[in-house]
C-alpha cells in the first residue's frame, strides 16, 4: 500500500468527545469516565433528562442533548449545537445499537429493517454528520463500536452479527479514506459486558419457529434468563481502556475488549486460516494460464 502522507494537526487538550447511546452501559460509563477525565462532551441519549445527574454535576464540561441516531435531520441538528457549544469535535463515539435476537428465519423483514435502521444506518447518519467538521479541523477520532459478533457469527444472533460486519466493513473502507486527512478511526469489538445490552434493550424475533428450539432457540432462552447481569466485562473499565486508546499517538484500528472477545476472534481467525491453507491448491486454481496483455 501506497504510504499515507499524515496531516493531521494535533489533538487539543481537552478534547470535545461526542457519544451516542448514552442512557445506559458503555455509552453512560464512557460519558463518566470522559467527565472524571476532564474532558469537554456532547452526551446524547433519546431520553436525554436519564443523564440529567451529570449535568447538575459538571455543568460546565457537558452539553446534552436528545438524538435518536435513526433521525438524521437531528443528527445534523445536534452537530450544530456541538460547534455552536464547544466549536470543535475531536472525539465521536458510535455507540447506539440494540442486538435482535433469533434465528435468521425467524425475524421478520421489518424488524431486520429497524436492527440495521439503528446499528448501520444510524451509525452512518452521525457519522456523514461530524465527517465535514473532522475534515476541516484536519483531525478527529472515531470509535465505532462494533462487537465480538462483527467478527464471527453466533447462531440466534445472526441479524446482530451482520449488522455489526457491516459497521466493521465501511469502517475498514472509512479508515483508509479519512487517514490521510488526519483522522483516526477504531473499531472497538467487546465481548460479554454488564450492561442493558441482554436486559431492557433486548429484542428477540416475535415470530418463533419449534424447529429452532433446540439450537438459536437455546442460546435466546439463555440470554435472556441467564446472562443478564452475570457478563465478565465491566464497562467502567472498557470506558478507560477507551480513554487510554483515544490519547495513544497510534491508536489501533482494531481494539478488542475483554479476554473472551480476545479467545473467541483468535479461534475464528484459526479457523478461516485453516480453510485457506487446507483449500489453497483450488483457490490459486482460478486464474487464467497466461496473464493478460495490455
Ligand atoms: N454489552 C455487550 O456485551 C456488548 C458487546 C458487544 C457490543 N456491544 C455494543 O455496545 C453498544 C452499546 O450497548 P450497551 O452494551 O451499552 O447496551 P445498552 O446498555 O442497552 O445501551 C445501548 C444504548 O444505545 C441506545 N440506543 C438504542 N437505539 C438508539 C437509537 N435509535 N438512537 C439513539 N440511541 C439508541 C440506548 O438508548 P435507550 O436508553 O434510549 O434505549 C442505550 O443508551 C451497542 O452498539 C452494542 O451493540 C455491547
Avoid at 184 to 212: C, D, M, Q, W
Amino acid at each position: 500500500m501506497a504510504h499515507i502522507h499524515d496531516s493531521s494537526t494535533p489533538f487539543p487538550s481537552p478534547r470535545v468527545w461526542l457519544i451516542t447511546g448514552s442512557s445506559t452501559g458503555f455509552g453512560r460509563a464512557l460519558a463518566e469516565a470522559v467527565l472524571a477525565h476532564g474532558d469537554r462532551l456532547v452526551a446524547t441519549a433519546r431520553h436525554p433528562e436519564q443523564l440529567q445527574d451529570l449535568a447538575s454535576h459538571f455543568s460546565d464540561q457537558l452539553l446534552l442533548l436528545p438524538l435518536d441516531v435513526t433521525n438524521e435531520e437531528q443528527c445534523l441538528w445536534v452537530m450544530k449545537q456541538t460547534m455552536q457549544h464547544f466549536g470543535r469535535i475531536d472525539v465521536l463515539v458510535n455507540n447506539a445499537g440494540y442486538g435482535l435476537f433469533g434465528a435468521i428465519e425467524e425475524a421478520s423483514a421489518q424488524e431486520v429493517r429497524q436492527q440495521f435502521e439503528t446499528n448501520v444506518f444510524g451509525l452512518l447518519n452521525v457519522t456523514r454528520a461530524v465527517l465535514p467538521v473532522m475534515r476541516t479541523q484536519k483531525h478527529g477520532h472515531i470509535l465505532m463500536m462494533s462487537s465480538v459478533g462483527g467478527f464471527l457469527s453466533f447462531m440466534g444472533t445472526g441479524i446482530y452479527n451482520a449488522t455489526k460486519r457491516a459497521v466493521e466493513g465501511l469502517s475498514d473502507a472509512l479508515a483508509q479514506e479519512v487517514g490521510p486527512l488526519g483522522i483516526r478511526l477504531t473499531i472497538v469489538e467487546p465481548g460479554s459486558f454488564r450492561t442493558n445490552f441482554t436486559g431492557g434493550s433486548l429484542k428477540t424475533a416475535e415470530h418463533t419457529i419449534g424447529a429452532y428450539a433446540q439450537t438459536s432457540g437455546m442460546v435466546v432462552e439463555y440470554t435472556r434468563h441467564h446472562m443478564h447481569g452475570t457478563e465478565p466485562g465491566d464497562p467502567a473499565r472498557a470506558a478507560k481502556a477507551l480513554i487510554q486508546v483515544v490519547e495513544h499517538p497510534e491508536p489501533p484500528l482494531h481494539l478488542a475488549l475483554g479476554a473472551d472477545a480476545l479467545q473467541m476472534m483468535r479461534g475464528k481467525l484459526a479457523e478461516v486460516k485453516q480453510d485457506w491453507e487446507t483449500w489453497e491448491a483450488v483457490s490459486v486454481s482460478t486464474a487464467f494460464p497466461t496473464p493478460a496483455k495490455h
